[in-house]
C-alpha cells in the first residue's frame, strides 16, 4: 500500500509538468535601428516596414536604409496596430485605442508607391483589431481586449479573440484563446501574429520576449497552444518573411529596433 500511494504521488507530481509546452529559443539573425519600430513590422522579399500608429516607414533588408514613408491623418489613423504584406499589398489592422467604444478598420497600402489605397470599416466588433492574417481564401483577425486602458466593462483580456472572415468580411468562425497564452496577455493582448510555413500561427502578446505557437482546434471553440518560443522581442506585432522560410520579424520597443529571428521546428 505504501508503495502504491507513493507512486500516485508521482504521478501526479510528474502530471503538471507533462502538460506544459515546450519552450524553445529562437536565433537572432539581424538587427536594424527604426524609430518608427513602436508598434510593429511588416517584411516582404527586399524591404521592411516599420510601423508606428500613423506612420509606416519602409527600410530596405540589405542595407538597412530608410527608403519611403507614409504618415497618415491621426485622427483617421490613430492606431496602427500590426501591418503584414499580402499579395501585392500591405495590409494593416487599424483601430481607436485607446478610445471607447472600440473602433476597427483594415487599411491597404501599395507597399512599392508607400501609399493608402482602401479602406474596410469593421466598426464595433468583439474587440480592438491588432493583427490581419490571411489564409486558405479566408482572413484571420484577432481583436484584442484590455483589463484597464482602452478597455470597456465587463471584458478584460480573457476576452481576446481569433475571428475568421470570408472575402466580404463577414464572420465565420471564431475562437478564444488557452489560459496559459492568456495569462501571459494580461492585463493587455495580443498585439500581433502570423501562421508560419508550418501552418501553425504564432502568436505574440504586448510585453513578453516571447512567441506562443498556436493551432485551430480540431473540435471546440479554444485554440491549441502547442509550444512557446523565447524570442530576443517584447511582443508586438510580427511578421514572416515568405521569401525566407522560418525566418520572422518583431521588433524591440524599447530600443526602436526592428529584428530578424529564425525560429525553430515545432515537432509534434
Same mark, same amino acid.
Given at each position: 500500500?505504501?508503495?502504491?500511494?507513493?507512486? !500516485?504521488?508521482?504521478?501526479?507530481?510528474?502530471? *503538471?509538468?507533462?502538460?506544459?509546452?515546450?519552450?524553445?529559443?529562437?536565433? $537572432?539573425?539581424?538587427?536594424?535601428?527604426?524609430?518608427?519600430?513602436?508598434?510593429?513590422?511588416?517584411?516582404?522579399?527586399?524591404?521592411?516596414?516599420?510601423?508606428?500608429?500613423?506612420?509606416?516607414?519602409?527600410?530596405?533588408?540589405?542595407?538597412?536604409?530608410?527608403?519611403?514613408?507614409?504618415?497618415?491623418?491621426?485622427?483617421?489613423?490613430?492606431?496602427?496596430?500590426?501591418?503584414?504584406?499580402?499579395?501585392?499589398?500591405?495590409?494593416?489592422?487599424?483601430?481607436?485605442?485607446?478610445?471607447? *467604444?472600440?473602433?476597427?478598420?483594415?487599411?491597404?497600402?501599395?507597399?512599392?508607391?508607400?501609399?493608402? !489605397? +482602401?479602406?474596410?470599416?469593421?466598426?464595433?466588433? $468583439?474587440?480592438?483589431?491588432?493583427?490581419?492574417?490571411?489564409?486558405?481564401?479566408?482572413?484571420?483577425?484577432?481583436?484584442?481586449?484590455?483589463?484597464?486602458?482602452?478597455?470597456?466593462?465587463?471584458?478584460?483580456?480573457?476576452?481576446?479573440?481569433?475571428?475568421?472572415?470570408?472575402?466580404?468580411?463577414?464572420?465565420?468562425?471564431?475562437?478564444?484563446?488557452?489560459?496559459?497564452?492568456?495569462?501571459?496577455?494580461?492585463?493587455?493582448?495580443?498585439?500581433?501574429?502570423?501562421?508560419?510555413?508550418?501552418?501553425?500561427?504564432?502568436?505574440?502578446?504586448?510585453?513578453?520576449?516571447? !512567441?506562443?505557437?498556436?493551432?485551430?482546434?480540431?473540435?471546440?471553440?479554444? !485554440?491549441?497552444?502547442?509550444?512557446?518560443?523565447?524570442?530576443?522581442?517584447?511582443?508586438?506585432?510580427?511578421?514572416?518573411? +515568405?521569401?525566407?522560410?522560418?525566418?520572422?520579424?518583431?521588433?524591440?520597443? *524599447?530600443?526602436?529596433?526592428?529584428?530578424?529571428?529564425?525560429?525553430?521546428?515545432? +515537432?509534434?
Amino acid at each position: 500500500m505504501r508503495a502504491l500511494a507513493a507512486a !500516485l504521488s508521482l504521478a501526479l507530481l510528474a502530471a *503538471p509538468a507533462a502538460a506544459q509546452q515546450p519552450v524553445l529559443t529562437s536565433e $537572432v539573425l539581424g538587427r536594424w535601428k527604426a524609430p518608427e519600430a513602436t508598434q510593429g513590422v511588416a517584411v516582404d522579399a527586399r524591404h521592411f516596414y516599420a510601423v508606428a500608429n500613423s506612420r509606416i516607414a519602409k527600410y530596405d533588408k540589405a542595407t538597412g536604409a530608410k527608403v519611403a514613408e507614409w504618415s497618415g491623418d491621426k485622427a483617421r489613423f490613430p492606431h496602427i496596430n500590426s501591418c503584414t504584406v499580402i499579395g501585392r499589398e500591405l495590409v494593416c489592422a487599424n483601430s481607436n485605442f485607446p478610445e471607447t *467604444p472600440m473602433t476597427s478598420s483594415v487599411e491597404f497600402f501599395d507597399p512599392v508607391k508607400m501609399v493608402h !489605397l +482602401r479602406t474596410v470599416s469593421l466598426g464595433q466588433q $468583439v474587440g480592438s483589431v491588432t493583427w490581419i492574417e490571411r489564409k486558405d481564401g479566408a482572413w484571420f483577425a484577432a481583436f484584442a481586449n484590455y483589463d484597464g486602458k482602452g478597455g470597456e466593462p465587463d471584458r478584460g483580456h480573457q476576452h481576446t479573440q481569433l475571428v475568421k472572415f470570408d472575402d466580404q468580411w463577414r464572420r465565420m468562425e471564431g475562437w478564444s484563446f488557452p489560459l496559459s497564452v492568456t495569462e501571459r496577455f494580461k492585463p493587455m493582448s495580443s498585439s500581433g501574429g502570423g501562421f508560419g510555413p508550418d501552418g501553425r500561427l504564432y502568436v505574440t502578446g504586448h510585453d513578453h520576449p516571447e !512567441l506562443y505557437v498556436l493551432e485551430l482546434p480540431k473540435g471546440g471553440s479554444k !485554440l491549441d497552444h502547442v509550444a512557446t518560443v523565447t524570442a530576443a522581442i517584447e511582443g508586438q506585432a510580427v511578421a514572416f518573411d +515568405r521569401s525566407r522560410p522560418g525566418v520572422l520579424y518583431g521588433i524591440s520597443r *524599447p530600443n526602436r529596433e526592428v529584428v530578424a529571428l529564425r525560429l525553430p521546428p515545432i +515537432r509534434r
